[in-house]
Structures are given as C-alpha cells and as structure tokens.
C-alpha cells in the first residue's frame, strides 16, 4: 500500500494540512481531547479556560490524570499535549474568554457548559467573519455539546450565510437546560 499522503493520516484535508490557529473555548471533556488531536496534527491553539481539573473530570470521560487534580485545565492539556510529542505552538489563557483581552480567530471550537458563553462567542466570531472581505470559506466555528443523553456538534462556515440561522435557532437561555 503506497502512503499518499507523506504518512499524514488527514493528508488529503485542507484543515489537516494547512497549519491553523484556532482558538478552544473551554478545557473540560470535549476540548481535553480536541486539542490533543488538533495538536497532534500540528496547529496552533490558543486553549483558554479558567477551571480546575477535580475528581469528577478525572473520573468522567475527560483527558486528565489522577495527578493533575487541582491543576488549571489548561495547564494539564499542555502537559498532555506535550506528553504525545506535540511540539507545536499551544497558548494557555487561565481566564474566561473576553474578545477584549484575547481577540478574535478565523476558528473557534467551543467546548462549554453554557449557552451564555455559546452566545458571546459566536457573535464575536460571525461579527469577525461578517467584517471579512476575503479568507470567509476558511473561518469555522465548531459547538460541541455534551449532555447525559446526547451528544450534539455544530460546524459553522464562514461562506455559508443559512448556516448561521440555523445554528442560532439552537441557541437558547442558559435556564431552559435541565438539571442533571
């Protein structure tokens, strides 16, 4: 079997191959693991979150270890990241995202649990895309939503106008979520 792709599995895929930054929202059970592998493929991230890995992330499907319980999740992505060999450019903000003091990125992965954040972000990222004259195809914006029976992923394109009152018809008011 001829390797096509120069051992690149995702060769052939320009978000593969084109190296990126992109901005992760959120270091809990759906950005622990999306950026290990986005690191791994060799783009850059900015990972901004300001929890702390407990017990509970440990035990419940997160990326994290034992001994990174009360560690900044950021940090322990990094030191997992690191651990895998990704030697690429990763960024830690200890901090809720604020456009203010972190700006704005072509693609955002957002891994939260709140639409209150979902929300601001997306109107950052669709103001950013909307003031684009040009690169619009190339900006994404991907939700990852994780819930005791669902798992749900939204993937926004910049060039694509009907995706965003789509995906706006699925945000809605942090007190509609059950409790669990």
């Given at each position: 079997m001829?390797?096509?792709?120069n051992g690149k599995r995702w060769?052939?895929?320009d978000w593969?191959?084109?190296?990126?930054?992109?901005?992760?929202i959120g270091a809990g059970g759906i950005n622990s693991?999306?950026?290990?592998?986005?690191?791994?493929i060799g783009?850059?991230?900015v990972i901004c979150d300001d929890d702390f890995v407990d017990e509970t992330n440990v035990l419940g499907g997160q990326f994290f270890k034992?001994?990174?319980?009360?560690?900044?999740?950021?940090w322990a992505v990094l030191e997992n990241c690191r651990e895998f060999g990704c030697t690429n450019g990763i960024d830690c903000v200890e901090e809720k995202y604020s456009f203010e003091d972190i700006g704005v990125y072509d693609i955002f992965v957002m891994g939260v649990d709140n639409m209150t954040t979902r929300k601001q972000c997306f109107e950052v990222w669709k103001n950013h895309v909307n003031s684009k004259e040009e690169?619009?195809?190339k900006c994404l914006f991907i939700d990852g939503r994780l819930s005791g029976e669902l798992d749900e992923v939204f993937a926004i394109q910049g060039d694509k106008v009907e995706q965003f009152e789509e995906y706006e018809k699925w945000l809605f008011d942090d007190s509609e979520i059950p409790e669990i």
């Open positions: 001829s390797n096509i792709n060769g052939g895929f593969a191959t084109e190296q990126r930054e992109m901005l992760l693991w999306t950026a290990l592998n986005l690191a791994r783009h850059s991230l034992s001994k990174q319980i009360g560690t900044r999740k950021v690169g619009k195809e």
